[in-house]
């Protein structure tokens, strides 16, 4: 789960929690402010009662409890009634208002009141007002966090196009908080990487460079040997000289390429494989195209990965042809050969072969394991009825 959501959900936490303590407090301080004044007035209502006849004395109650006088049709919420020799009091609420009603009747003589505002209904109020500006001030903490944390995203999706072999990836955020130092860091430390990278790749291709030249050479001195078993042991030295650093170079390009991404057919990608091994027997393979699928890849270098897999398969198969299956979403390369002796991500270790008498030194499928890693892809083994089975499955 994204540091985003988490916060998004601890706010949201937060924001019911408030909430409903928010309402809870009101509904207790409603019911205590209900009591107390119905109390209060109920005090009032019997002072009013026994001076209903004496109009001064009213006037005196009046003024010194603030009433008004109002209309008595007004529907009210009833709080307190008290039934009394020949008439009632009642205390009351109107729907949506501060103000108490009281309601007096004796015989034919009949009045009604309405309060003035109480200190502690404005105090409430004020309560109220605290717990809506707490909510409001937490809407606005999660705002500003949000904005303080947005750039870790840039550099979330920075650090995975560098992290793709996009060297030239820089985040360039001004700040002077840590988010700041975190992303100055980072322009850093790639800028210091891109150069030994890059640094590294010419050196490589110079020596690479350099090692054809002597290697062409010395391929046209061995024409000049006549003895036809030093010439073969020189071709094969100079051979395997060559597939080594085509392999060493391969590899360290490997690092650093982009890919070229488009979609194709497996048939295609099986194609542009065997096209790449020119094998001139084509009684040596097999093809089961079950299902011709689509990819999305780098084609070129998926068939150095499955080029480099049919060659191992042709290397070391007992008996031929080997088998190319492609079903289910899933390309097969299959081989009658023995078992492999170690688990299959030791073979993808650069110089392990299974067996050192073969040729070759070990860098194939440590360059298909790049490759796939490139494509976010697996190289899956299995051994079933005496073959070997080499498989990438394709989401």
């Given at each position: 789960?994204?540091?985003?959501k988490?916060?998004?959900?601890?706010?949201?936490?937060?924001?019911?929690l408030m909430?409903?303590i928010?309402?809870?407090?009101?509904?207790?301080?409603?019911n205590?402010?209900?009591?107390?004044?119905?109390?209060?007035y109920?005090?009032?209502?019997n002072?009013?009662?026994?001076?209903?006849y004496?109009?001064?004395?009213?006037?005196?109650i009046?003024?010194?409890?603030?009433?008004?006088k109002?209309?008595?049709?007004?529907?009210?919420?009833?709080?307190?009634?008290e039934?009394l020799?020949f008439?009632?009091?009642?205390i009351g609420?109107?729907?949506?208002?501060?103000?108490?009603?009281?309601?007096?009747?004796?015989?034919?003589?009949?009045?009604?009141?309405?309060?003035?505002?109480?200190?502690?209904?404005?105090?409430?109020?004020?309560?109220?007002?605290?717990?809506?500006?707490?909510?409001?001030?937490l809407?606005?903490i999660?705002l500003?966090?949000?904005?303080?944390?947005?750039?870790l995203?840039?550099?979330?999706?920075?650090?995975?196009?560098?992290?793709?072999?996009?060297?030239?990836?820089?985040?360039?955020?001004?700040?002077n908080?840590?988010?700041?130092?975190?992303?100055?860091?980072?322009?850093?430390?790639?800028?210091?990487?891109?150069?030994?990278?890059?640094?590294?790749?010419?050196?490589?291709?110079?020596?690479?460079?350099?090692?054809?030249?002597?290697?062409?050479?010395?391929?046209?001195?061995?024409?000049?040997?006549?003895?036809?078993?030093?010439?073969?042991?020189?071709k094969?030295?100079?051979?395997?000289?060559?597939?080594?650093?085509?392999d060493?170079?391969?590899?360290?390009?490997l690092?650093?390429?982009?890919?070229?991404?488009?979609?194709?057919?497996?048939?295609?990608?099986?194609?542009?494989?065997?096209?790449?091994?020119?094998?001139?027997d084509?009684?040596?393979?097999?093809?089961?195209?079950?299902?011709?699928?689509?990819?999305?890849?780098?084609?070129?270098y998926?068939?150095?990965?499955?080029?480099?897999?049919?060659?191992?398969?042709?290397?070391?198969?007992?008996?031929?042809?080997?088998?190319?299956?492609?079903?289910?979403?899933?390309?097969?390369?299959?081989?009658?050969?023995?078992?492999?002796?170690?688990?299959?991500?030791h073979?993808?270790?650069?110089?392990?072969?299974e067996?050192?008498?073969?040729?070759?030194?070990?860098?194939?499928?440590?360059i298909?394991?790049?490759?796939?890693?490139k494509?976010?892809l697996?190289?899956?083994?299995?051994?079933?009825?005496?073959?070997?089975?080499f498989?990438?499955?394709?989401n």
């Amino acid at each position: 789960m994204s540091l985003f959501k988490k916060i998004t959900i601890l706010f949201i936490i937060s924001f019911i929690l408030m909430t409903i303590i928010g309402l809870w407090i009101d509904i207790i301080n409603n019911n205590r402010l209900n009591n107390l004044i119905k109390d209060k007035y109920k005090k009032v209502a019997n002072e009013l009662f026994i001076n209903i006849y004496n109009n001064e004395d009213i006037k005196i109650i009046e003024k010194k409890y603030g009433l008004k006088k109002i209309s008595s049709e007004k529907s009210i919420n009833i709080l307190h009634k008290e039934n009394l020799t020949f008439g009632y009091i009642i205390i009351g609420k109107q729907s949506f208002s501060d103000e108490f009603i009281i309601k007096i009747k004796y015989l034919d003589e009949e009045l009604t009141y309405e309060t003035q505002d109480e200190d502690d209904i404005r105090d409430k109020n004020i309560l109220n007002v605290l717990i809506f500006l707490d909510i409001f001030v937490l809407i606005l903490i999660f705002l500003y966090i949000f904005k303080l944390l947005a750039p870790l995203k840039k550099i979330n999706l920075k650090m995975k196009d560098f992290s793709q072999g996009k060297l030239e990836t820089r985040i360039n955020i001004e700040s002077n908080d840590e988010i700041g130092e975190l992303a100055s860091s980072f322009d850093s430390m790639a800028s210091n990487l891109e150069n030994l990278i890059k640094t590294r790749e010419v050196l490589l291709r110079d020596i690479g460079h350099e090692l054809r030249t002597p290697i062409a050479k010395g391929k046209f001195a061995i024409e000049k040997i006549e003895n036809n078993s030093q010439k073969e042991v020189f071709k094969k030295i100079f051979s395997d000289l060559e597939i080594l650093t085509n392999d060493l170079i391969e590899l360290e390009k490997l690092n650093t390429q982009s890919l070229e991404i488009k979609k194709f057919s497996v048939d295609t990608l099986v194609l542009s494989s065997l096209q790449k091994l020119y094998i001139e027997d084509e009684s040596l393979v097999q093809l089961q195209i079950n299902d011709n699928f689509t990819i999305n890849a780098d084609l070129y270098y998926l068939s150095i990965a499955v080029k480099n897999l049919i060659d191992n398969a042709l290397k070391y198969t007992k008996k031929y042809p080997i088998i190319i299956k492609a079903e289910n979403n899933t390309l097969s390369i299959i081989n009658n050969a023995d078992r492999l002796n170690k688990d299959i991500n030791h073979y993808l270790k650069p110089f392990t072969q299974e067996n050192s008498k073969k040729e070759g030194f070990g860098l194939g499928l440590s360059i298909v394991n790049k490759i796939l890693q490139k494509h976010k892809l697996n190289l899956e083994y299995d051994y079933l009825d005496s073959n070997n089975i080499f498989s990438i499955k394709y989401n």
